[in-house]
């Protein structure tokens, strides 16, 4: 089996880190913070224009082709910047849910969310907000057998406050009646929450990195009793153990990517496994990098409570931490599962 | 109008780059290379004049190693239909790249051949006027607008004393400076179908020309470190330190 990744992904990893580099600094999120987070119109289309929202959709409909498995390097990079994330997770969920809507939804939404001409935002099962809700044009909500598509008129929009101010977050109310799929809808909820979990990890590896990444320069220019702060072991092994953390969870969740892309048996094991391993090794980078910086870290001016605040906030949605252990336990206790690494790769 | 441009393989602007141990050269181990960002400044020129339907082809040639392809690429991403690879060594004289280039011209016969100004890591700043001169066509240089009017190009060129307007006729030789316009990024769709666009590799011997150096490299070493500064009490020890230590004020 090749585990690494194709050159073209490598290629379409490289071309989105440069423009996120660019186009995301820290002061750009500061600014987009200070007007009220979120994605605004102009970094939407600047992320159309460059073909992010139709990564996942298939070549034929005028995307790219790619599979979750290649592109979860994609979402760690939008992690590292901290992308105001919820409309490209939205787009990326769209070739999943658009079909459940006919041909028709499908042939009307998908060519404009391509194009950037229309924005949508999806509510994911558990969440108690919907991102970004205000400035879509179609609200996906499933719940239970039921699908709601919402478009604007159709449905009311309550903000929601968040200690990250990156969130643009709201409670939504149909008032419309849902597009009923009946015995289907367990099933699209289940899948719904694993996709958007695997993105959620995968977009914490990226903030991890970056964490470290900031930890790490800060640890080599702080400099106490003439020394570099970096150069004492407790400094040292705080970094050490998050880079350890991260390392370990980058392959479970290329692995769940993967079991989602190939629907793979077993896909709610891998997804909450990579959720956990992604999950926490974000919180100990926020935690530990934290702890380097000093509560300097946490002031508005430091570029790293940006990234701090994106992890805390990250933490409760696509499921939280007791939803997904619940599901690692269940598949260990419960299934047929066997613990270890031979089970890893099964297929079928 | 078919559109040459000329891109070069280059250290990333990002890069400090670092001498060779024994001074033979710039250490390239390892380092982050792409596309000349006047190069890139000119291929977006070269698209926008595409797109206005002033040219029906934009094709892209580069003088260099084999991994040059990689910028190629990348241009071809950016809107150009093709890429011409002429492989040679890495550091060729901007007179040997200007006889390559002059040697695809007459191969090619374009009505307009875009250059960037310098390279970013030569700055020597005369490829595109070395090529006009073996041409014998008009030259451009330092643009900050090009305008293309029936079978002549007016080009603002960026001066010492403002701005100055030549019009030139085409067949003509313009080069890029940094405020004519803003690049594009490549869109994912593009870079996908830039792997299919068609990339011709030559050599200079192919191609008739004589790349032999005539100037030989004596040594590459860093500029010597800054000093610390000082802090002076006040104007009249300023003034005594310029004049008797710095020797800069009689």
């Known amino acids: 089996m090749d585990f690494t990744f194709s050159e073209d992904e490598c290629l379409l990893r490289d071309a989105a880190r440069e423009f996120f580099a660019t186009e995301m600094t820290a002061d750009r999120l ?36 790619l599979d979750e498995a290649g592109a979860v390097r994609v979402v760690e990079e939008a992690g590292y910047v901290a992308l105001p994330e919820s409309p490209l997770h939205a787009a ?80 939504v109310t149909p008032s ?14 289940a899948e719904l929450l694993d996709r958007a979990a695997v993105l959620a990890a995968a977009y914490e590896l990226g903030l991890a990195r970056r964490i470290l990444d900031l930890a790490v320069e800060h640890a080599r220019q702080r400099c106490q009793f003439g020394r570099p702060v970096g150069s004492f072991q407790a400094v040292k092994h705080l970094l050490a153990d998050v880079a350890v953390r991260l390392q370990f ?11 989602v892309a190939r629907e793979a048996p077993r896909r709610a094991l891998a997804v909450s496994h990579a959720r956990l391993a992604a999950g926490q090794a974000a919180r100990l980078a926020a935690r530990n990098g934290l702890q380097v910086f000093g509560a300097m870290g946490y002031t508005w001016e430091c570029d790293l409570q ?21 599901r690692v336990r269940q598949a260990l206790l419960v299934g047929d599962t066997v613990p270890g690494a031979g089970d890893t790769f099964a297929e079928n | 109008m078919k559109v040459l441009v000329a891109v070069k393989r280059v250290v990333d602007y990002n890069v400090k780059v670092r001498p060779k141990p ?44 084999t991994q040059a392809q990689e910028q190629l690429r990348t241009a071809l991403a950016l809107g ?79 001066v010492d004393g403002g701005l100055q307007t030549v019009s030139l006729r085409l067949p003509a030789v313009v080069t890029t400076d940094l405020r004519l316009n803003e690049p594009r990024y490549a869109s994912l769709p593009n870079i996908m179908k830039a792997k299919k666009k068609p990339i011709e590799v030559t050599r200079p011997a192919e191609l008739g020309v004589d790349v032999a150096r005539r100037t030989e490299l004596l040594g590459v070493e860093p500029p ?4 610390g500064g000082i802090k002076v009490a006040d104007v009249a020890e300023l003034v005594d330190k310029l004049r008797n230590e710095a020797k800069v004020i009689g």
């Open chain 2, 224 to 227: 010597p470190a800054r000093k």
């Open chain 1, 92 to 171: 990326w969920l769209a070739p999943f849910l658009l079909p459940t809507l006919g041909e028709e939804g499908r042939a009307r939404w998908l060519p404009r969310l391509l194009s950037g001409e229309a924005r949508i935002a999806v509510g994911i099962p558990g969440d108690l907000a919907v991102e970004d809700a205000d400035r879509a044009h179609l609200v996906l909500l499933s719940e239970g057998d039921a699908l709601f598509a919402l478009t604007a008129g159709s449905f009311r929009c309550e903000p929601r406050t968040s200690f990250d101010p990156g969130r643009r977050a709201f409670a």
């Open chain 2, 80 to 158: 150009a239909d093709r890429g011409i690879l002429v492989e040679a060594e890495a550091d060729l004289e901007p007179l040997a790249v200007a006889k390559v280039l002059k040697a695809v011209c007459e191969r090619e016969q374009p009505g307009l051949v875009i250059l960037g100004k310098q390279s970013i890591d030569g700055d020597n700043n005369q490829t595109g006027q070395l090529l006009a001169a073996l041409l014998g066509w008009g030259q451009g240089t330092f643009a900050s607008e090009v305008v293309v009017e029936g079978d002549r190009v007016r080009v603002t060129r960026e």
């Open chain 1, 249 to 259: 969870a980058r392959p479970v969740v290329y692995r769940a990517a993967w079991v």
């Open chain 1, 306 to 326: 940006l990234y701090l605040k994106r992890v805390w906030s990250l933490a409760g949605r696509c499921g939280d931490e007791a939803l997904h252990r619940r």
């Open chain 2, 22 to 65: 024994d001074g033979s050269g710039v250490d390239l181990a390892n380092v982050k290379m792409a596309i000349n960002p006047f190069c890139e400044i000119a291929v977006e020129e070269a698209v926008r004049l595409k797109e206005r339907g002033v040219a029906d082809e934009v094709v892209v040639v580069s003088v260099g190693p």
């Open chain 1, 30 to 65: 500061r600014r987009i913070w200070e007007e009220g987070g979120g994605c605004d119109d102009r970094l939407w289309s600047a992320l159309a224009e460059l073909g992010l929202p139709g990564i996942l959709v298939p070549e034929e409909q005028g995307g790219l082709g």
């Open chain 1, 176 to 189: 419309i009646d849902p597009v009923c799929i009946g015995a289907e809808g367990a099933r699209i909820a």
